[in-house]
């Protein structure tokens, strides 16, 4: 068996290509040359077809195996983050505030990995789709990719992809059934009121008063506890103008709720508008509501998991299966409406600094393991396929 993790060279060509794509991150949707880099890595492992701007400035590069058999998509992310923080690494890009603080440079470093392998062994049979999804951060690419008129051209009968997990032993793989990332949606709501002059604040329908019990009470609605669990977090707050003259009329409050599963999540949406109503009704406001960034919970199959027990095990991959979802979100989880889906974890480090930290940075050293495991993974899924082809071609 080839032995992936031993391949040094390989590894300094990723690491390098990880730093390149560290040294020019762009947020979702903008990710023009993030893509030119990949592409231009791509041509050098030529694919049987590479498709460019997916869904925006999606990628995917498709490997035919000799024989008919099920497409296998691994998908990995393009886009960095807005930053607010001195950043501590010296991956930010000057001046711009953008930085890869999720390890999508990582990602695509092991998924572009696995290029130079299946260009020197394609697979036997079935085919290998390599796709650089945009916009993962907003919750929209994923959409657009499956929305987009060419995805037809390469769509998968499975879909793997990975996140790197700081707090995770480095290099070991992480994983479970049912649902392993929350659903999860933003809310932002905008009282309207009467603003007045701040000598005559009786004149007014101040939202002053309703932002305070929105504060007080939204978070109320969470139940971490419980399980499955569903959580509300407060983001921003802002009521009226900074100024000193004037009572204010109107104020804006976002929240983010999360929950293990579309029934649980639906269900604080309930509950989040009811109490916005009530809040507004008792000042005499008026009150819009709109939901954003809308991610579906990411339940992965159990046969998908079953592979992967078994790919981990005989290749001597660490992995551990865990109790509860993960609380964050991913819009991975639109590929579940295609196809059998599994998303897996990759321990960066139990000590390693969270995602999104000022701090955070990709583990260089856990590359050559993921692409171990999906080229095993692969193979593992294709194998089958491969000796009916081979079967169906010499009529045996």
Known sequence: MQNIRQDHILEGILVT???????CPEVAGSEVMTSTLITNFLHSYPPDRLLT?????????VYDGQHPGPTVMIRCELDGLPVEEADKTQWLVPGANIAHRCGHDGHMAIVA????LLHRTPPTC????????????????????IDDPNFE????????????????????????????????VGMRVRLLGQASHAAEP????SPANAVGRLLAELPQLSRVTDNPYCMLTLTHAQLGLMSFGLTPGEATVCATLRAASAAGLQNLRRDAEQCVRLCAEAERLFAEVEWVQDFPATINDDALVD??????????IEAMEISKPFRWSEDFGHFGDVCPILHFGLGIGEHAPGLHQPDYEFCDDTILIAVSGFYEMVKSLLI?????????????
Not at 17 to 23: I, Q, T, Y
Not at 127 to 142: K, Y
Not at 384 to 396: L, V
Request: glycine letters at 16%.
């Open 307 to 316: 592979t992967l027990e078994r790919v981990c095990l005989e290749t001597g």
């Open 153 to 184: 051209k390469f769509r998968p009968d499975c879909a793997i992809t990975l996140h790197n997990l700081p707090g995770f032993p480095r290099g070991h793989i992480v994983y479970r059934r049912g649902t392993f990332a929350s659903a999860s």
């Open 113 to 116: 990995g696995l290029a130079p």
């Open 202 to 205: 009786e004149q007014a329908r």
């Open 17 to 23: 290509l990880r730093g390149s794509l560290a040294a």
């Open 384 to 396: 089958g396929y491969g000796s009916q082809g081979e079967k169906a071609a010499t009529g045996t």
């Open 126 to 145: 079935g085919r290998v789709v390599l796709l650089f999804q945009p916009a993962e951060e907003t919750g929209a690419g994923a959409r657009a990719i």
């Open 53 to 61: 701007h997916l869904g925006g400035y999606g990628i995917a590069a």
